[in-house]
T-cell receptor
Framework: NAGVMQNPRHLVRRRGQEARLRCSPMKGHSHVYWYRQLPEEGLKFMVYLQKENIIDESGMPKERFSAEFPKEGPSILRIQQVVRGDSAAYFC?????????????????FGQGTRLTVV | GIQVEQSPPDLILQEGANSTLRCNFSDSVNNLQWFHQNPWGQLINLFYIPSGTKQNGRLSATTVATERYSLLYISSSQTTDSGVYFCAVAIGGGSNYKLTFGKGTLLTVNP
């Protein structure tokens, strides 16, 4: 059973370009979360998605950032017009399908992360 | 929101030594996880342990939910144990699914 797969592992973008980060959850998992780790900091929640739905994007910057989890294919975190402050490690996590009342009660499995460097 | 405090912030050990890392949290939780971030930045799940005790090889963890703390034990440490250890918690129960991470304990194991 493959784990959470993220790609690319490393991404270098020039200021003003777009960055696309991909995440394939574990088989049988329908909840996907994105977290960001800025240098020398812990991980912070960005967004929670289920298939074709954004459930909670309260941790995402209001501009330039968007996320999707289509019916087919991986979840995508998209950053438009990147700036140097976007340089960070972006982690995706997935958790098993549960009832609504149990969301958050189950183990979240993390991918290896994508390290974005903006030059 | 919920507060997570980890101690110590830094720890230096000689290979073979044992250590205990602590995680205190400010509210009742339904989810507590320990992670190891290795020097290459990869985040590795160690334990899912909202309560009780678990062991996996040289590592074990105990969470005392009623007193709002968790301990991670590393025995006979090896250089490959170096890295940052994070504790993360979530209140859970449907609407509180966000994991809140502590600032981590930086462990250095010297040969």
């Amino acid at each position: 059973n493959a784990g959470v797969m993220q790609n690319p592992r490393h991404l270098v973008r020039r200021r003003g370009q777009e960055a696309r980060l991909r995440c394939s959850p574990m088989k049988g998992h329908s909840h996907v979360y994105w977290y960001r780790q800025l240098p020398e900091e812990g991980l912070k929640f960005m967004v929670y998605l289920q298939k074709e739905n954004i459930i909670d994007e309260s941790g995402m910057p209001k501009e330039r950032f968007s996320a999707e989890f289509p019916k087919e294919g991986p979840s995508i975190l998209r950053i438009q017009q990147v700036v140097r402050g976007d340089s960070a490690a972006y982690f995706c996590a997935s958790s098993p399908t549960t009832s609504w009342a149990a969301i958050g009660n189950t183990e979240a499995f993390f991918g290896q992360g994508t390290r974005l460097t903006v030059v | 929101g919920i507060q997570v405090e980890q101690s110590p912030p830094d720890l230096i050990l000689q290979e073979g030594a044992n250590s205990t890392l602590r995680c205190n949290f400010s509210d009742s939780v339904n989810n507590l996880q320990w992670f190891h971030q290795n020097p290459w930045g990869q985040l590795i799940n160690l334990f899912y342990i909202p309560s009780g005790t678990k062991q996996n090889g040289r590592l074990s963890a105990t969470t005392v939910a009623t007193e709002r703390y968790s301990l991670l034990y590393i025995s006979s440490s090896q250089t490959t144990d170096s890295g940052v250890y994070f504790c993360a918690v979530a209140i859970g129960g449907g609407s509180n699914y966000k994991l809140t991470f502590g600032k981590g304990t930086l462990l250095t194991v010297n040969p």
